[in-house]
């Protein structure tokens, strides 16, 4: 779970995600990505798709990939996914 760890609307706002938490959203992303691949859709654009808008019928319902990525909060998946670019490609 996210934690604000600054209330000042003035500073920079500082949030801390537990190491559980981490692996839950990657193994969540894993498995939404695996089954939109094997149902032939673009993995990509899905969850981009859901990641903008919230609506969960961007991701197929095969393996039970929209009920998986419905119980991260869409906020921890953008923090996932950048950490992995960052660790990727920046350091």
């Known amino acids: 779970m996210l934690r604000n760890q600054n209330n000042n609307n003035n500073n920079t706002q500082f949030f801390n995600v537990s190491n559980d938490q981490d692996m839950i959203v990657r193994k969540t992303i894993d498995d939404v990505y695996q089954a939109l691949t094997e149902k032939g859709y673009n993995p990509v654009s899905q969850i981009v798709g859901y990641i903008m808008s919230g609506d969960p019928t961007y991701i197929t319902s095969h393996n039970g990939a929209r009920s998986l990525i419905m ?11 950048m950490k992995d670019y960052i660790e990727t490609n920046l350091k």
Do not use: S, T, Y
């Not at 119980?71 to 953008?78: M, P, Q």
């Open 71 to 81: 119980k991260v909060e869409r906020d921890e998946i953008i923090e996932e996914l």
